[in-house]
């Protein structure tokens, strides 16, 4: 019996784990997706324009960012994105905090055009 609560225990702590860092590491996905189309499709389109989708597209998919999260900036042939993405990886379980330490955060980076 205690190996099967003890398997229990593991699994809920994994599914804890997934339901945390998860939708995190979908809004990165994405992010990165979006920082793609900006610089391969949206390359000739002025600024204004390119915000204005970038901003329809982050408000359709419910993603909320940081001007240090999405980081987009005009170069000479077009735009370069920078995605970052942090993801707390500690678990609030009976009104505590737990986490490894050194592992508190994973950082997710991406960068898109030149």
């Known amino acids: 019996m205690s190996k099967l609560m003890l398997i229990g225990g593991v699994l809920g702590l994994f599914l804890a784990f997934l339901g945390k860092a998860g939708p995190g590491v979908y809004d990165y996905y994405l992010l990165k ?3 793609d189309r900006v610089v ?3 390359a000739n389109l002025p600024i204004n324009e390119v915000m ?3 901003n329809f597209e982050l ?3 419910n993603v909320k960012t940081s001007k240090e999260t999405f980081l987009l900036r005009e170069t000479k ?3 370069q994105v920078v ?3 942090r993801i ?3 678990l609030d379980i009976g009104g505590r905090t737990w986490a490894v330490p050194g592992h508190e ?3 997710l980076h991406y960068e898109s055009g030149k």
Do not use: C, I, N, W
Request: charged share 30%; net charge negative.
């Open 59 to 61: 408000d359709r998919s």
């Open 105 to 107: 955060e994973m950082v």
């Open 40 to 42: 391969l499709d949206y």
């Open 88 to 90: 707390p990886l500690s």
């Open 52 to 54: 204005r989708r970038v």
């Open 77 to 79: 042939h077009g735009y």
């Open 83 to 85: 995605v970052t993405q």
């Open 33 to 35: 997706d979006l920082a």
